[in-house]
């Protein structure tokens, strides 16, 4: 027998959820030819993995990388975790559909994530044909976000679509599904997003359903409306009969931390009514978006111009400051209530100097009110800056690990040290963070149920069935990693830090990452729904 490559003398975990055992891993033409004890055979290349881990390739399945995967083809931060397949298009955005009358204001609703991209194409198709021409380090399976397919039809419209408009969006979610799609995702707490009622998502699901595909939400509340958020995601998928997944689960606002245990028997008992509903989320007690989201949907109505324009004005600057804060300290949105000093500027353009502190912090160096310092320090980034946002118990962090419906994902987009800005540092290291802290030190799961929880289960998801699990016949997307060293080094305050103890990262059978270095070679496939 021969072998393009043989991983020796590993304890091969699968992904399952069975436990490790002592095998080698063979692998010729991409894929894993052999899995057993004692692999004899020529090979043009050889890994001693004693006293290592041999898992599938981890699935991140809730990313917006595909913001930037033609500035960081190499998805430095996603593939040195051990990261081979990133699923895109999350949270209603998707850098396609496309239509020439509204591009100006998709480049706004978009541009926190890369105020650079060219958006030199119409279909969800062409998008990932660049994509593939261009090259990429990981694989990429994507959604269509109804955030995008929104503005392609009715732009910032706060209106239900007419008619017509209704079948416009239902046309752009079948291309899109046609062009590959693993399904549609919604982002219920963005504009414009939030416009659409529950009748126009379960339209809109069932097309991709039709075509076998998931519906992945950004539910419209994670607060104070986290029950009737998750009641209406679970409405949506009985009602368009499709496969559920909730993104980044969380129990927002110290006020809320009580709901989380609730959240979690929801979805139990969507599960009884029939419902496939699972969820994701990522392993910190802060998430991160745009700065917008801490605005009242109204004041995006129409896109960035107006809201700038509202939040300039005297007059309805005091009716935001009123109806947000309702003579209360702090500041309470979709995602529940944050002080001041739980708000940090992860991003901006303009006001570099900015980017690390918090809102309080920037309100004293003004010396103003946090709010209306916050509302000068978006009018002048004209709107465009990111934000990461303390708002959950890491009590709720781990019962959502441990919970058996719960997969990682990290919420981030690929990006490569040295990149601007903070960015939350699940953007470097959240998979190796849950196998370090949440398997090795704190023993919450196993470590079969970790791997588990970063490969088969996203797989299984979206119908991958020749990745997320090690065995004969599947794609060769494979890690090797120290279970006793595995770590990450990215912290909120030095983001840019790739983890330890990541010593082999296979794409397709080709080595990317070999012992903290990253090989300059592109092997990631765009992946399409069959």
């Known amino acids: 027998m021969t072998f393009d490559l043989l991983i020796k003398h590993g304890t091969v975990v ?6 490790g055992i002592q095998a080698d891993v063979g692998v010729r033409q991409g894929q894993i030819t052999a899995i057993a004890p004692d692999l004899e055979g020529e090979a043009v290349q050889e890994i001693d993995a004693q006293g290592r881990i041999v898992a599938p390739g981890f699935i991140d399945v809730h990313t917006h990388s595909d913001f930037s995967l033609l500035a960081t083809p190499g998805a430095d931060s996603k593939v040195r975790q051990g990261i081979t397949t990133e699923v895109v298009g999350n949270c209603g955005f998707s850098p396609a559909p496309v239509s020439p009358g509204t591009l100006e204001l998709l480049r706004e609703y978009a541009g926190f994530l890369n105020p650079h991209l060219s958006w030199d194409w119409q279909s969800l198709g062409d998008y990932y044909q660049r994509v593939a021409e261009q090259g990429c380090a990981i694989n990429v399976a994507p959604l269509v976000g109804h955030g995008t397919v929104r503005i392609a039809a009715m732009g910032f419209a706060d209106r239900p679509p007419t ?3 209704r079948l416009q969006m239902q046309h752009l979610v079948g291309e899109a599904m046609e062009d590959g799609a693993f399904g549609i995702s919604s982002g219920l707490i963005y504009t414009p997003g939030c416009f659409g009622d529950t009748a126009e998502l379960v339209a809109l699901a ?11 939400t ?3 509340g994670e607060g104070g409306t986290l029950e009737t958020s998750i009641s209406e995601a679970l409405e949506i998928g009985e009602s368009a009969r499709i496969s559920v997944q909730i993104s980044h689960l969380k129990a927002s606002g110290r006020d809320n931390w009580h709901k989380m245990e609730l959240a979690l028997q929801m979805l139990e008992d969507g599960r009884e009514r029939g419902i496939a509903v699972d969820a994701d989320i990522y392993p910190y007690i802060a998430g991160s978006t745009t700065m917008t989201s801490l605005f009242p949907a109204w004041t995006l109505e129409g896109g960035m111009e107006p809201f700038l324009t509202r939040i300039a004005d005297a ?4 009716r935001i400051i009123d109806e947000v804060q309702g003579g209360q300290d702090g500041w309470s949105r979709a995602n529940g209530a944050v002080g001041w000093e739980d708000v940090v500027i992860s991003s901006c353009q303009n006001h570099k100097e900015f980017e690390g502190q918090t809102l309080a912090q920037i309100a004293a160096a003004m010396g103003k009110d946090p709010a209306h310092a916050m509302m000068d320090f978006m009018l002048a980034e004209e709107g465009r800056a990111s934000i990461i946002l303390f708002m959950m118990s890491e009590e709720n962090v781990v019962r959502g690990i441990r919970h058996p419906m719960l997969m990682i994902g990290s919420d981030s987009l690929a990006l490569a040290a040295g990149h601007g800005g903070k960015p939350h540092p699940r953007t470097y290291g959240t998979f190796p963070r849950v196998l370090g802290k949440y398997v090795r030190e704190e023993k919450i799961i196993t470590l079969e149920d970790g791997v588990r929880k970063m490969t088969s289960m996203a797989a299984a998801k979206l119908g991958l069935e020749d990745r997320g699990v090690l065995a004969e016949g599947r794609a060769a997307d494979v890690v090797v990693f120290d279970a006793a060293l595995v770590n990450d080094r990215a912290t909120f305050d030095a983001p840019h830090q790739y983890p330890d103890g990541i010593d082999y990262v296979m794409v397709n059978g080709q080595i990317v990452v070999e012992h903290g270095m990253q090989h300059e070679v592109l092997p990631g496939r765009m992946l399409k729904k069959s």
Do not use: F, L, N
Not at 206 to 216: N, S
Not at 315 to 318: D, K
């Open 218 to 220: 950004h539910m419209r």
């Open 14 to 19: 699968d992904g399952t959820g069975a436990p």
């Open 163 to 165: 008619a017509s408009e």
């Open 315 to 318: 007059g309805t600057r005091q």
């Open 206 to 216: 069932q097309v991709a359903a039709e075509a076998g595909g998931i519906y992945a």
